[in-house]
């Protein structure tokens, strides 16, 4: 059974720190692209970063630069997002993404909430 479960969601505040989990189970995943999107209330999903199969290469929405980081540890079917200096915008519910040519996967999503 193909799964992307998240984890390390939470409520912290600004310029708070966050490590966000994605475990995968029941497909190959150290062939698979693995990104983290995150959905705001009233607005739509967008791409916070993505990973490379290999985890060579990534890339990261404007918005993140500088403060995430991806990565993945092949090893353990494991995907995270480490999230610095976070800021209220950051509020989102952060979803796990798997992709290899036309097949995807989406995780549950886990919130995470900056505020004061």
């Known amino acids: 059974q193909v799964q992307l479960v998240e984890s390390g969601g939470g409520l912290v505040q600004p310029g708070g720190s966050l490590r966000l989990s994605c475990a995968a189970s029941?497909?190959?995943?150290?062939?698979?692209?693995m990104s983290w999107y995150r959905q705001a209330p009233g607005k739509e999903r967008e791409l916070v970063a993505d990973?490379?199969?290999?985890?060579?290469?990534?890339n990261y929405a404007d918005s993140v630069k500088g403060r995430f980081t991806i990565s993945r540890d092949n090893a353990k079917n494991t995907v995270y997002l480490q999230m610095n200096s976070l800021k209220p915008d950051d509020t989102a519910l952060y979803f796990c993404?798997?992709?290899?040519?036309?097949?995807?996967?989406w995780g549950q999503g886990t919130q995470v909430t900056v505020s004061s």
């Open positions: 993404h798997a992709k290899l040519y036309s097949r995807q996967r």
């Open positions: 990973i490379s199969s290999g985890g060579g290469s990534t």
């Open positions: 029941g497909f190959t995943f150290s062939s698979y692209v």
